[in-house]
């Protein structure tokens, strides 16, 4: 292997090395040492995306409250990061479900302008494809 070449080689390594591997192990070592030094009171989120309380710890595991009274044992390597007691997350959970409120009302309100009723806007999906399959020749029982 010429020289050019195996200095090329070592070069990318380099490259490789300092872009992604190393990187990558300091912030595996920092969440390490955030993990073994959970205490009661510390409010978390696991790495499924679950915000609450740690209530209690042991060596491997962490108990979470999620909801008043409502609490789950994890293991110490579930919990992805720790967060500041009032969260943006909390505060945009607010908000979507602000929105959503808003968007309901402006369907009803639409559904009323345009003189459809919401009840007729759904369809039994199961006896449409029933009939469909059958050439149309079915017919659906009058509900009462």
């Known amino acids: 292997m010429p020289a050019g070449q195996l200095l090329i080689l070592v070069a990318f390594f380099a490259i490789f090395w300092f872009l992604l591997i190393r990187p990558q192990r300091n912030r595996q070592k920092q969440l390490q040492q955030l993990q073994s030094q959970l205490s009661a009171g510390d409010s978390v989120m696991l790495t499924s995306g679950i915000f609450g309380t740690v209530t209690g710890t042991t060596d491997q595991h962490v108990v979470v409250e999620v909801a ?12 992805g990061q720790v967060v500041p007691e009032e969260t943006d997350a909390e505060e ?12 309901d009302s402006s369907e009803t309100r639409e559904l009323a302008e345009g003189g459809i009723a919401a009840d007729d806007s759904t369809t039994d999906s199961a006896s449409v494809s029933d009939d469909q399959a059958s050439g149309g020749t079915t017919s659906r029982p009058e509900e009462k």
């Open 68 to 79: 008043e009274g409502v609490e789950l044992r994890v293991l110490r390597a579930a919990v």
């Open 92 to 103: 945009s959970h607010d908000e979507l479900e602000e929105a959503d409120a808003s968007a």
